[in-house]
């Protein structure tokens, strides 16, 4: 019999932090084998998570194996805090290179069009218009890119991962079966690995919902694509035995669609990456006089219409010569959604936007800040997101300032943890950046910080307890029947 047996599922599932299982002599460790694109070193949120689950579950003496993708378009600072040789990374097709050798075409086909009225076309700068022939090929290679990209970009981009993924678990597999395959997406393409490595293997699967698929009110497409995408999606996550996402919105949206369980298991902080500590001085010196920057903070990227500064730059004008003691800091933000609005309200000299910066500094930079920055969209289409963000602002423990949906799960959060503001009103706003800025004169320059209750229960250990709870009474039916079937005759 392969698996691990009951009694060491009863062993797991008495465990807690702090003191870890300890097997029974003979039994197996549960068995888990981690599908996800993004993994550490590559530098993004998504492999926070996955890169923070995976060293919590080997804490908890699971067996632990993950395949991921040689993300090339990423930093690789994040630190690995597994062994390297529990990890397979394998290599992946760029289904969209063609995409890029059409998009070079069509630049040299407009470089070299004919300007009404004779002579070259501008290089670049023509953008399609300067000759009839040029904006012709170039709007036919537009629309064969646009068909291209709806008909091979299924389930998403990364597609070509498919086959490299699937061989790269079965390479994992040849002396070490799984009892449960774990698979975070997005990118989905991993589910469609998980759902064909379940079937092959016959093990149970959990789909991992850190952000949503067909239901995502971020993505665009035509409307075929978008059923195309649901049938896809209801076929492969429908053969999953268990679904986690990251609020109790979208559970509740998930246990409807799919009527399967669904666990809901916040990002959380790692106590190891926020210790408790006293405050550091202020991030920026005085700007003026003798009263110190109150200095805001925001880490991540804009969705262009979706995620908006423009609230909190309306605010800043509305403080007259006060707005001269504030400054706003972007880290890893695009320029391009940064600036316009900030000018256009006329605070652009108090907005800075940085490049993005390694893990480990940017929370320095959070910790040092005055206030931290979350932005969302103002829809209710946007309930139940919560960004992975919000919970490294609840990690340094210092004051949040929302501006979105104001009664979603991060305005709850904020409001009911006393952990700062949430408005898309800058009247309101304005406000509370005065109290700000006096509450930081009071205390001799430096705003004091959320008080540590802000925090409790958002750890990533608590949050992964609930999940390892969640993966065993997954599995734990498929360990019964292989238990009930050891004498069985064959």
Same mark, same amino acid.
């Given at each position: 019999?392969?698996?691990?047996?009951?009694?060491?599922?009863?062993?797991?599932r008495?465990?807690?932090?702090g003191?870890?299982?300890?097997r029974?002599?003979g039994? %197996?460790a549960m068995?888990v084998?981690?599908?996800?694109?993004?993994f550490?070193?590559?530098?993004? /949120?998504?492999a /926070?998570r996955v890169?923070?689950l995976?060293?919590?579950?080997m804490?908890?003496?699971?067996?632990?194996?993950?395949?991921?993708?040689?993300e090339?378009?990423l930093?690789?600072?994040l630190p690995?805090?597994i062994?390297?040789?529990r990890?397979?990374?394998?290599?992946?097709?760029?289904?969209?290179?063609?995409?890029?050798?059409?998009?070079n075409?069509?630049n040299?086909?407009?470089? =070299?069009?004919?300007?009404?009225?004779?002579?070259?076309?501008?290089?670049?700068?023509?953008?399609?218009?300067g000759?009839?022939?040029?904006?012709?090929?170039g709007?036919?290679?537009?629309?064969?890119s646009?068909?291209? $990209?709806?008909?091979?970009?299924?389930?998403?981009?990364y597609?070509?991962w498919?086959p490299?993924?699937?061989?790269?678990?079965? =390479?994992?597999?040849?002396?070490?079966?799984?009892?449960?395959?774990y698979?975070?997406?997005p990118?989905?393409?991993?589910f469609l690995?998980?759902?064909?490595?379940?079937?092959?293997?016959?093990?149970p699967?959990i789909?991992?919902?850190?952000d949503?698929?067909?239901?995502?009110p971020?993505?665009?497409?035509?409307?075929?694509?978008?059923? $195309? $995408?649901?049938?896809? %999606?209801? =076929?492969?996550a429908?053969?999953?035995?268990?679904?986690v996402?990251?609020?109790?919105?979208?559970?509740a949206?998930?246990r409807?669609?799919?009527?399967?369980?669904?666990?809901?298991?916040?990002?959380?902080?790692?106590p190891?990456?926020?210790?408790?500590?006293?405050?550091?001085p202020?991030?920026?010196?005085?700007?003026?006089?003798?009263?110190?920057?109150?200095?805001?903070?925001?880490?991540?990227?804009l969705?262009?219409?979706?995620?908006?500064p423009?609230a909190?730059?309306?605010?800043?004008?509305l403080?007259?010569?006060?707005r001269?003691?504030? =400054?706003?800091e972007?880290?890893?933000?695009?320029?391009?959604?940064v600036?316009?609005?900030?000018?256009k309200?006329?605070?652009g000299?108090?907005?800075?936007?940085?490049?993005?910066?390694?893990?480990?500094?940017?929370?320095?930079?959070q910790?040092?800040?005055d206030?931290?920055l979350?932005?969302?969209?103002?829809?209710?289409?946007?309930q139940?997101?919560v960004?992975?963000?919000?919970?490294?602002?609840?990690?340094?423990?210092?004051?949040?300032?929302?501006?979105?949906?104001e009664?979603?799960?991060?305005?709850?959060?904020?409001?009911e943890r006393q952990?700062g503001?949430f408005?898309n009103d800058? %009247?309101?706003?304005?406000?509370?950046?005065?109290?700000w800025l006096?509450?930081?004169?009071?205390?001799?320059?430096?705003?004091p910080?959320?008080?540590?209750?802000?925090?409790e229960?958002?750890?990533?250990d608590?949050?992964?307890?609930?999940l390892?709870?969640?993966? /065993?009474e997954?599995?734990e039916?498929?360990?019964?029947?292989?238990?009930?079937?050891c004498?069985?005759p064959?």
């Amino acid at each position: 019999m392969t698996g691990f047996a009951s009694s060491t599922i009863d062993q797991a599932r008495a465990s807690r932090p702090g003191s870890p299982a300890e097997r029974p002599e003979g039994a %197996e460790a549960m068995k888990v084998l981690i599908l996800s694109w993004y993994f550490p070193p590559s530098n993004t /949120i998504g492999a /926070i998570r996955v890169g923070k689950l995976a060293k919590y579950l080997m804490r908890r003496n699971v067996d632990v194996r993950v395949v991921t993708a040689r993300e090339p378009d990423l930093s690789k600072t994040l630190p690995l805090e597994i062994p390297a040789d529990r990890v397979t990374w394998t290599r992946a097709i760029d289904v969209n290179r063609p995409i890029d050798i059409v998009g070079n075409l069509r630049n040299r086909l407009l470089r =070299r069009a004919p300007k009404p009225g004779g002579g070259a076309a501008p290089g670049a700068s023509s953008g399609g218009s300067g000759g009839g022939r040029g904006s012709l090929v170039g709007r036919v290679l537009s629309t064969v890119s646009d068909y291209y $990209l709806n008909l091979s970009n299924l389930p998403d981009r990364y597609v070509g991962w498919l086959p490299w993924a699937i061989a790269g678990a079965r =390479r994992t597999c040849r002396d070490w079966k799984p009892d449960l395959i774990y698979v975070t997406g997005p990118p989905f393409t991993a589910f469609l690995a998980g759902h064909h490595l379940s079937r092959k293997l016959g093990v149970p699967w959990i789909a991992e919902f850190r952000d949503r698929w067909a239901d995502d009110p971020y993505f665009e497409a035509p409307d075929w694509r978008m059923a $195309l $995408l649901d049938r896809m %999606e209801r =076929r492969v996550a429908g053969s999953a035995s268990g679904i986690v996402t990251v609020s109790e919105p979208w559970s509740a949206f998930y246990r409807a669609k799919y009527g399967k369980p669904v666990a809901t298991i916040y990002n959380g902080y790692d106590p190891q990456d926020f210790p408790l500590q006293p405050d550091p001085p202020p991030a920026t010196p005085p700007s003026s006089g003798s009263s110190p920057d109150l200095t805001i903070t925001y880490a991540g990227v804009l969705y262009s219409g979706r995620r908006d500064p423009s609230a909190l730059f309306e605010a800043l004008a509305l403080l007259g010569p006060e707005r001269q003691r504030i =400054r706003i800091e972007f880290y890893g933000s695009d320029p391009g959604l940064v600036m316009p609005p900030a000018e256009k309200a006329g605070v652009g000299d108090r907005v800075t936007v940085h490049p993005a910066v390694p893990y480990k500094q940017s929370l320095e930079i959070q910790r040092r800040s005055d206030v931290l920055l979350l932005l969302q969209w103002n829809n209710p289409r946007e309930q139940g997101n919560v960004p992975a963000k919000l919970f490294e602002y609840f990690g340094v423990l210092r004051p949040i300032l929302g501006i979105g949906l104001e009664d979603g799960v991060p305005a709850r959060l904020i409001r009911e943890r006393q952990a700062g503001f949430f408005s898309n009103d800058p %009247e309101a706003i304005a406000g509370q950046l005065r109290r700000w800025l006096a509450a930081k004169d009071a205390a001799g320059g430096r705003l004091p910080g959320l008080p540590p209750a802000a925090r409790e229960g958002l750890s990533r250990d608590i949050q992964f307890e609930r999940l390892l709870d969640f993966c /065993i009474e997954v599995t734990e039916p498929v360990a019964a029947r292989r238990v009930s079937n050891c004498g069985a005759p064959t």
